[in-house]
């Protein structure tokens, strides 16, 4: 029996020990709250795609007291009087800034399709067509370019469709139901902003719209979000049918305007045959006498949009202004000590290199360094209380210069083509993968630093966090293997020197007055 | 005669891509009396050039083949006479074999520690042949910071497990057997070194569900020599009960769901002398499996016991 108890004893133990249930976060865990303002002037800043809040025409809503606005009212009451449990949560998840769940949504996409394609069977590579989605392989293969851009075009589209949401509140002051009428109770933490149109429906649709046409296999499960979003507002008690409409209204035509933009900005060329990427191959060689080759099994034909580099950028006019001078030759004095530094960080992998290279990793199947900077500033944004269109704002700015800093950076690569660690060092193994596409200059480096330049302009109290975590991000694919140390120098450099185009556009459209 | 023998029955299969079972679990049927002790090394060597990518077995250019090294050291020791207590430690090295795409460095490092207890629940000797049967428990706990989230090379799970096992076992008097065990290994979590992964959606955490398994394994065998050699065929299957498939050409992560079908040849030899020197040897393979290695495995290793408070040699 003694035994038994011993066995039982140690079983206890070894139970408590352990911990059993951990609750995982699978979404960002912030509630309804009081914004730290609401920029009631917000309806004059300068958008991005159009030249004013009030280039989308709106009607004027009916007025508080006409039948039409209470049948509203009260078809409202009786919709929130009647709400499930189910219906419940969902308001809850929404909240007062749905900016934030919006992005949330697209870097769960970003992950979902984050997969490089594979080879086929016999040994040739397929790549994503946009015009069958479906594949195999599937379309997109959301990279970090990719995911740069998608990340800019939903923020730019949901930034200006705010602004004109705004610029309606405020010119005709229709108040939220729930001021109208004491019987409807608001979930959220009041703000006091007119209802008119509803900026929760401008950001439903648009970002429903930009979303779709990004992650075109995905458009059901959009279609469902806009509506649980759209319901959510009415059974909240911030808005009636109407002021759902308008906002829908401006949602489509901003999208409209932001895809057509986007259909023409240089991306459906970027994955260039190979024909076109070898040639640039050519030119790196004859003029510098190196070239990047992919080293995977089997090759890899063309290396990841070689012509990212020629599409459109929000901020810069002129992508060459921003490239950075020639790196070191292969064989020189100032290359062969990188390959003792990197040589030092394989042989000697330590807890605290090893954790900065996996931290700002990023790789295949997650939200790629774009989206890292997205979760960042989402904190940030919810630290200090944002509103939505500040929000709005912030993310449109920082995937703004993101973006262009990704059109910068691989303009430099596949200028100068240059080679990776693994091609140069013999026998040399890393503990990230490598990519496909030339190394000078790092990825990363250049858009985490743009983003960390943005960041700064936004919260500049916090600057110097984000500028430790931008430089940490480049220094980790030293430390992962696979950059060398002045692709991550170099690119960090570049970074804030494309962000700082975006951030004067920043400083002059009205928000800082 | 026979509960003066013990042996460790390495769980085959266990090792590789996603080790479902600890590579060091008493399952046998046998017990060692109080007050003997028993030590064990051991090395096994398993490969793997095919894996299944959800229930899609293929290759992958990146990783070519992956090779495992696991050295184990282990002990028991006899409580009593129905309670058994172990301990094991392996020291693992993986790596690819070269030329590969990936250029990955491979990992080297401690694994888990595995404590666990054995009791003999029942005993009956009847005309034909004896039965048993036992329960066990395992506890293993992760005592490098290697990182789990490094597959296919990561050491293991990196993750707290608790295995519970019932086995029974049927020996004729000629010396044929049969046994049987089942049992349910709760896995904990693991901490990845990044804030953010896709699991089905996205988790903003560094913290993973390691998926719980259910385990089988069926045995034949049978005695020679004297009760010198015992010779065994087994097959064994674990089921994981949650989580995710490898994504298409991806690298898998610990929440994956894990499924193994593994049959093995397992053979045991105890000198007459030196007496309580013994020999084990086994080959596996894993033939069917979802988000699992085709790992084939052989293994060798050296046992000896001693009366560690009744010295009889």
């Known amino acids: 029996m003694k035994t038994l108890y011993l066995l039982l004893a140690v079983i206890i133990a070894v139970v408590t020990m352990t911990r059993c249930n951990m609750d995982l976060a699978t979404e960002l865990e912030y509630e309804s709250y009081a914004f730290s303002g609401i920029d009631s002037d917000a309806g004059s800043w300068k958008p991005i795609l159009i030249s004013a809040g009030s280039d989308i025409s709106v009607d004027e809503p009916t007025a508080q007291n006409s039948p039409v606005f209470l049948a509203e009212l009260e078809a409202v009451k009786s919709r929130i009087s009647s709400m499930s449990n189910d219906q419940k949560k969902n308001v809850d998840h929404w909240t007062n800034n749905a900016v934030l769940r919006w992005n949330e949504v697209a870097l769960g996409l970003i992950a979902k399709y984050n997969l490089i394609p594979g080879p086929n069977v016999d040994e040739s590579y397929s790549l994503p067509d946009p015009a069958n989605p479906a594949g195999p392989p599937v379309f997109p293969f959301a990279h970090p370019p990719y995911a740069s851009r998608a ?131 050519k030119v790196a060689f004859d003029r510098f006498g190196w070239q990047w080759v992919n080293l995977e099994s089997p090759v890899r034909p063309v290396g990841l949009t070689p012509l990212f580099g020629k599409v459109k950028m929000w901020s810069v006019q002129n992508v060459e202004s921003t490239r950075p001078g020639m790196p070191p030759a292969p064989g020189s004095e100032a290359f062969q000590k990188d390959v003792k530094i990197l040589q030092d960080y394989a042989d000697n992998v330590t807890q605290e290199r090893r954790r900065i290279a996996n931290f700002w990793q990023d790789g295949l199947g997650t939200y790629t360094p774009p989206g890292h900077w997205n979760d960042i500033a989402g904190e940030y944004i919810l630290k200090y209380k944002m509103n939505s269109i500040r929000t709005a704002r912030a993310f449109a700015y920082m995937n703004m210069a993101i973006m262009d800093g990704g059109i910068s950076c691989w303009d430099t690569k596949y200028y100068y083509y240059y080679p990776r660690p693994i091609q140069l060092i013999k026998d040399f193994e890393t503990i990230a993968g490598t990519p496909n596409f030339p190394a000078y200059t790092s990825g990363h480096s250049v858009f985490s630093a743009a983003a960390a330049e943005v960041l700064t302009y936004l919260f500049p109290q916090e600057g110097s966090i984000f500028r430790e975590w931008a430089e940490e991000a480049a220094l980790s694919r030293i430390y992962g293997g696979i950059h060398w140390t002045f692709d991550a120098t170099v690119g960090t450099t570049q970074g804030r020197d494309v962000a700082q185009y975006t951030i004067d556009v920043a400083k002059t459209d009205g928000a800082d007055d | 005669m026979k509960k003066y023998f013990w042996t460790l029955i390495l769980l085959m299969g266990g090792l590789g891509l996603s080790y479902i079972t600890m590579a060091q679990t008493p399952t046998d049927g046998l017990m060692m009396p109080k007050g003997d002790i028993c030590f064990l090394l051991n090395y096994e060597y398993g490969q793997f050039d095919h894996y299944w990518e959800g229930e899609t077995l293929r290759k992958n250019g990146t990783i070519a083949k992956v090779q495992r090294r696991t050295s184990l050291v282990m002990a028991a020791y006899g409580i009593t006479n129905r309670l058994n207590a172990y301990v094991g430690l392996p020291f693992v090295s993986t790596n690819s074999t070269t030329p590969n795409g990936g250029k990955f460095a491979g990992t080297t490092g401690i694994q888990d520690l595995t404590l666990g207890l054995k009791y003999e629940a029942f005993r009956y000797q009847g005309e034909k042949g004896e039965w048993t049967a036992f329960g066990s428990v395992t506890f293993s706990t992760p005592v490098s910071n290697y990182l789990s989230d490094y597959q296919p090379y990561s050491l293991g799970i990196g993750a707290p497990q608790l295995a519970w096992r019932g086995l029974i076992e049927y020996e004729w008097n000629n010396g044929f057997y049969l046994r049987g065990n089942g049992g349910y290994i709760w896995k904990g979590y693991t901490e990845a070194e990044r804030d953010y992964y896709y699991n089905d959606g996205s988790y903003f955490t560094s913290w993973m569900d390691v998926p719980s398994a259910w385990i089988y394994e069926a045995v034949v065998g049978k005695w020679f020599m004297d009760k010198s050699l015992r010779v065994e065929l087994n097959y064994n299957s674990s089921i994981s009960t949650s989580g995710d498939d490898i994504r298409a050409y991806n690298a898998p992560q610990p929440t994956n769901k894990v499924n193994m079908d593994c049959v093995g040849v397992f053979a045991q030899y105890f000198f007459k002398k030196p007496k309580g020197l013994g020999l084990v040897a086994s080959y596996s393979r894993v033939i069917d499996g979802r988000n699992a290695p085709e790992m084939s495995s052989v293994n060798a290793g050296v046992t000896y016991q001693f009366g560690l408070f009744h010295p009889t040699n």
């Open chain 1, 151 to 281: 990340l800019a075009y939903l923020s730019v589209a949901q930034y200006d469709g705010m602004i004109s949401a705004w610029h309606y509140k405020f010119q005709f002051n229709r108040p939220a139901p729930y001021r109208v009428d004491s019987e409807i109770s608001h979930a959220y933490v009041s703000n006091n902003l007119p209802s008119y149109p509803s900026e929760g429906a401008v950001l439903a649709t648009v970002s429903r719209e930009i979303l779709t046409a990004m992650f075109p296999l995905e458009a059901d499960y959009l279609k469902e979000l806009e509506e649980h979003h759209l319901e959510s507002l009415i059974l909240s008690g911030e808005n009636v049918p109407s002021d759902l409409a308008a906002g829908k209204k401006i949602g489509e035509e901003i999208a409209a305007i932001a895809l057509a933009r986007a259909s023409n900005d240089g991306m459906k060329y970027s994955q260039s045959p190979k024909a076109v990427s070898d040639s640039l191959r």
